[in-house]
Each structure stands twice: as C-alpha cells, then as structure tokens.
C-alpha cells in the first residue's frame, strides 16, 4: 500500500504547518530530511535536504494501530509559511510509494482499518462543517460512536430473537413453547418502538444540521426588510417607502443561540397587476409555506395567509403604534431582544434531544429495518411461519449493518469521502 502525505492544516500564512504523513514509508519520509523517527513518540529536528537546511520542525510519530488512521502515521509541524510548506510537500513527491492523498484518503484508510465506522466519518464530516454550538454538540456526539453503539444495542437483541429462531427450526419437530413466542415478539416490539423513537428525533436533528429556515412575511412596507437588516447588523436587503421593492427572496444565516437559523425576507403579500412582482410574490408564499417558522408583520388589516401553530405574529413597525401589546420595529429595535428571545426558546424547544439519525441514508435504513420487523412480527404471530420471520429479521439487522457501514454502502463511499479535504 502506498504511504500518502497532505497539508493536514490550513493553506495559507500561520504559525505553524502541519504536514501528514500515513503508511509503511513513514521511516523513509524521514529519513529524506535527514532524521529519523523520534524516541518517545516526538521530538525537535532539523529538516535536511542534502546540504540544504528546511525547517526546524517538531516531529511527532504514532504506531500502527494507535493513530487515526489505524497505520503508522508521522507529523511534521513546520513554521507556518507557505515557502515551507511547498517545499517539504516537494520532497516527499520525489519519494518512490510516497504519494499525495487523494481527497478523504486518510479518512478512507481510518474507515478500512476499523477506527471509525460510516456513521462516525459523517459525523467527523460534520464536525468539520459545523458553524453553530448545536451542530457541534450534535456532529461529536456522532462522532464518538453513540449511533453505531445504538445500532449494535438493536443489533444484539435481534441476533437473540435468530438464535432463538435457529434453535425452533433446528428442532422443528417440536413446537416452540408459546413463551418463546411471546419473548421474540416482545423483543420485536421493543427494537421496533426504540426505532421509531429515534426516527421521531430526525427531523430536529436534520435542522440542527441543516439549519431552520425563518420566513417573515407580510404585506408590502410593513418594515420586514428593516426588521431583517435589524436582526443581520447590516444592510442585507434594500429597503424604500417604495411599495414592491422586495421582489426576490433574501437569506441571511445567523447563529440564533447556538442553532443555524437562515431568515428569509419576502416580498410583500398583496394582490397585483405587475408580472414581475407577481412572481415575487409566488415565491414569496412558497418560501413561507416551506419555512420551519413564520414572522408575520401584521399592519391591522388582516394576513394573507394563515399562521400555523408557533408561528409568531407582530404588530408591524411598533414604534408607530405604543399601545399595541406584541410587535417589533426594525427601525427603532423596539421588541427586537424579546423577538430573538422568543424565537431561540421555540426553536431550542422543537430540537429538544436532537438524536442521532442525522442524514436521510441513517433514517432510510432505519425504516427499512421497522419495515422488516413489522413483517416479522406479523409473520410469527398471526401466521406462525418462524422460518419468514427469521428471514425478515436477518433483512432487518442487514439494514441496521448498512447504518455503520458493515455492509451495502460501497456505492456511496465515494460520494462521502470526497467531501473531505485532501488533509483529512
């Protein structure tokens, strides 16, 4: 196998550089500088090519079976220049079984060697990704092993139920003991109900991942465009005393309490001859109904659309009306604070415990496997066929094998690893 290096740190001017090297050719790579591997694990060296100095770099080595990638792995922490860096990336090229790492390598070969499972590189994926506290709470905690721990919690119940099962077809001239029936069914029962627990937490744990979108609608000049550059601290959206100047959608993304939460600023909602903002005003409505919340500006005459429970309705532009007890202005801030207040405490509620499955392929094996359980227990119970039902509940532990990746995902291996970055 070839030993792959990359930048395994930022591109770009730093204090210091870390370049990554993983396979059988570590010693080698070394020894090009002039130095070899370090006593102790780490060690300060002087980088040598020939007659020619490098760097003076801070090596650290871990053995096979104790690093990410489950290979030996050395690290060179080099001062941050760019100079540096194109250099010792240089030198390792010219070393024959030396290569660059293709996108994700490293994380292919910690994957290949058992160090992390499918779930686990989604969640490093993630971690990586993360912009917000909630995502990065929820990226670790996939990271660490808790869905693959989960999977293999379901996994061993149904792997009882089959050895029970075996044990019935082995001696099928004697009737299982109603008992046994009845303890497979019940184990059935509760990998099933644990299941669809944890699909129930799947769309909070899509949001936390993906983001909540936060649609603030009203008719035209009622400060929905102010209120938008209020909540940004800048001037997001073009705002006039011109009825009709928002025309297209407008995002901005922003850390709400720890949660990814884009605002999305549409054209006001009303009834009009001009083509062009008649499509605004189509988006505007398909945007709001696909929202995860809605803010609507009210002017007292009444909504265009009906809010749905906890969307949040305001009196529009307060500050022009004192009496009114709820409304906001982005001109003046006035109900600003209490607005974000309300609308952090109802987002963070929704996500309540986010769960694990959070992408589509997690929760579509899961549904495969409540789908194969279902026809098990149906199987067994009402049709007393437990050679079926052992079947169905081998499709079903396959399915929950596919969740981490022990099997069926060779097809989409590809597709995961080229997100990473060529250093990871």
Not at 68 to 78: A, I, K, M, P, S
Not at 247 to 259: A, K, Q, S
Request: proline residues 3%; aromatic residues 4%.
């Amino acid at each position: 196998m070839d030993t792959i290096f990359a930048l395994a740190s930022a591109p770009g001017k730093a204090g210091v550089a870390v370049v990554r090297v993983s396979g059988p050719a570590c010693a080698t790579a070394l020894a090009r500088f002039g130095v070899s591997i370090p006593e102790g694990g780490r060690g300060l060296r002087r980088l040598m090519y020939g007659e020619d100095a490098v760097d003076e770099a801070l090596l650290l080595h871990f053995a096979s079976g104790a690093s990410f990638t489950g290979e030996e792995v050395v690290e060179l922490h080099l001062h941050g220049s760019p100079a540096i860096v194109a250099r010792v990336l240089s030198i390792l090229e010219e070393i024959d079984g030396v290569r660059l790492s293709e996108p994700g390598e490293f994380t292919r070969r910690a994957f290949d060697n058992g160090r992390l499972d499918l779930a686990q590189v989604e969640g490093l994926a993630d971690l990586i990704e993360a912009e917000t506290e909630a995502q990065r709470k929820q990226a670790l905690r996939v990271l660490s092993g808790e869905l693959g721990k989960q999977a293999d919690h379901w996994r061993g119940r149904l792997t009882r139920v089959l050895a029970l099962f075996t044990a019935g077809i082995d001696f099928a001239d004697e009737e299982i003991p109603d008992s046994v029936t009845d303890g497979i069914s019940d184990d059935l029962s509760l990998v099933i109900k644990g299941l669809e627990a944890e699909l129930a937490k799947g769309r909070a744990a899509e949001a936390i991942r993906n983001g909540f979108e936060v649609a603030i609608v009203g008719p035209p000049n009622a400060g929905k465009s102010t209120l938008l550059n209020r909540l940004a601290g800048r001037d997001a959206a073009i705002t006039s005393d011109v009825a009709g100047t928002t025309r297209d959608v407008i995002e901005v993304r922003m850390d709400l309490g720890g949660l990814p939460v884009t605002f999305l600023d549409t054209a006001g909602l009303r009834e009009t001859q001009d083509a062009v903002e008649a499509i605004g005003v189509a988006r505007a409505r398909e945007r709001a109904e696909q929202a995860d919340m809605r803010i609507f500006l009210t002017d007292g005459a009444g909504l265009d659309m009906k809010p749905l429970p906890g969307d949040l309705v305001l009196q529009a532009k307060v500050d022009l009306h004192p009496e009114a007890d709820r409304g906001v202005s982005g001109l003046t801030g006035r109900g600003v604070d209490a607005l974000v207040s309300e609308l952090t405490t109802t987002l963070t509620e929704r996500v309540g415990d986010g769960g694990l499955a959070i992408r589509h392929r997690h929760r579509d094996a899961m549904r495969r496997a409540i789908g194969y359980l279902g026809e098990a227990r149906e199987a067994l119970v009402e049709q007393g066929d437990d050679v079926i039902a052992a079947e169905l509940v081998m499709d079903s532990v396959r399915a929950l094998d596919s969740l981490v990746g022990r099997v069926d995902v060779e097809a989409i291996l590809g597709d995961i690893f080229s997100t990473f970055c060529i250093g990871k």
